[in-house]
């Protein structure tokens, strides 16, 4: 869904270098509440994740599933942990291009027509305020796609020192996948580009047939720390499954 995309893209995005090659942590919170008529409809929807990240690795955990991305390998996974299951696929797979077969047709693409028009835009803006122990500087980034627009609010700072290398592949994979939006895929890493700093905070509002959504993403906690042994690996006896 377009609020899901713009919340990853609002989560990790960076631009600072690494100063040391310690696997470094960031525990994040993401709450999605459903509205109507602009009150909450329904209890929110909240999910805590984990991101491991070494130097040419990293892996974001949640409760049912995590991401691994193995840059040296060229390899990324997605990891199924209730159901013990995992697919995967290189960069190269994920950025070539489409197949005859797999190729929209011409007069299908043509009958979406702006339907699937797809567009991301951020603007810096002069605004700043302290969020947890962080400076941060708000940009304003709009996401047009599949006839809806989200828009969110991020708030990134300068203080944290990460490689933007791995985030960059990790946040492209997620529209990589889909011949449909790597375009997209291509627009928002060039987009992404004005944003200095790593966003630590996000509110992302959207509307889908005629159903609003608020979804806040907010880091808690960014440290160093040695990852347990067997973050980076697809855990033993799970079994493959063909990438969907």
């Known amino acids: 869904m377009p609020k899901i995309f713009a919340g990853r893209c609002a989560i990790l995005l960076l631009s600072m270098p690494l100063t040391a090659f310690a696997d470094l942590t960031i525990t994040q919170v993401q709450t999605t509440q459903s509205l109507k008529k602009g009150q909450p409809d329904g209890a929110p929807t909240i999910k805590t994740s984990t991101i491991w990240i070494s130097p040419d690795k990293l892996c974001m955990l949640g409760a049912d599933e ?7 390998k060229d390899s990324l ?3 199924n942990t209730s159901k013990k ?14 197949t005859q077969e797999n190729a929209t047709p011409p007069e299908v693409a043509a009958l979406m027509g702006n339907m699937m028009k797809m567009e991301i835009t951020i603007q810096p803006t002069t605004e700043t305020k302290q969020i947890n122990t962080w400076n941060c500087k708000k940009y304003l980034q709009t996401l047009t796609m599949m006839g809806t627009t989200t828009t969110s ?3 990134a700072t300068e203080d944290v020192k990460i490689d933007p290398t791995l985030f960059k592949k990790f946040n492209a994979s997620f529209f990589l996948r889909s011949q449909s939006t790597k375009d997209l895929a291509v627009q928002m890493q060039k987009e992404c580009e004005k944003i200095k700093g790593y966003v630590v905070y996000s509110v992302s509002t959207s509307s889908i047939m005629g159903k609003e959504s608020n979804s806040t ?5 960014i440290k160093e720390s040695a990852a347990p042994a067997g973050t980076y690996e697809i855990p033993a006896k799970f079994k493959a499954k063909k990438w969907e």
Do not use: D, R
């Open 66 to 72: 995590s991401t691994l991305l193995l840059a040296a």
């Open 85 to 98: 299951t995992y697919t995967g696929m290189s960069f190269s797979q994920l950025t070539s291009s489409p």
């Open 77 to 79: 996974y997605q990891i």
């Open 217 to 221: 993403m907010e880091v808690k906690e």
């Open 153 to 155: 609010e991020l708030w």
